[in-house]
């Protein structure tokens, strides 16, 4: 098993030696849109993007990020709702393209599957009350993005479409490699 995880290791120095393959790291932010922003708010959490560099403009790879939204209240007609907090795990598969030789502008697409767990639903009315387990679902969806890497950091936005759970997304991160 260790032999296993120093090759591995080493592979990966290598390849990121030659500039083929680098790693973003960061933290993200979410903004909840439509029928998401109902009953969510403000999200954030973190990120991991393995890309390798297929021309010197275009980068191929994966997004694995874990993001927690802040549940929301509301009441009316005698009734008192709250929502617990949501969990979303986007797996996406991603393209990055860089405009221009010297300019560090970028144009991504990421599509995948979104793992989300809900929470929990409460509801009370003056007779009384109870909280349900609003559920988890695997759903499908994309997220155009743009971006600006800046000496190795990254700041960028996109916007998550997954049926009823858009947000717009937020990250600043950094990379570990060169691109190619």
Avoid: W
């Avoid at 021309?55 to 007609?77: K, P």
């Avoid at 929470?119 to 387990?133: M, P, Y």
């Amino acid at each position: 098993m260790k032999k296993t995880i120093l090759l591995f290791v080493f592979a990966f120095a290598c390849m990121t030696s030659f500039g083929q393959v680098r790693v973003g790291l960061g933290l993200l932010g979410g903004s909840p849109s439509g029928d998401f922003g109902d009953f969510y708010d403000f999200g954030a959490g973190g990120y991991i993007e393995p890309k390798y560099s297929v021309t010197d403009n275009l980068e191929v790879g994966g997004h694995l990020a874990f993001m927690g939204f802040a549940g929301g209240s509301f009441s009316g007609g005698g009734t008192s709702v709250s929502v617990s907090a949501a969990k979303v795990v986007p797996i996406l598969a991603i393209a990055q393209y860089y405009f221009g030789t010297g300019v560090k502008v970028y144009g991504g697409l990421g599509i995948g599957p979104y793992i989300v767990d809900f929470g929990n639903v409460s509801a009370s009315t003056s007779s009384g009350g109870g909280s349900v387990d609003a559920g988890s679902d695997t759903k499908f969806g994309f997220s155009p993005k743009v971006g600006i890497n800046l000496g190795g950091f990254d700041l960028g936005v996109a916007y998550h479409i997954v049926s009823d759970l858009n947000f717009i997304g937020f990250n600043l991160g950094f990379h570990i490699g060169k691109r190619g």
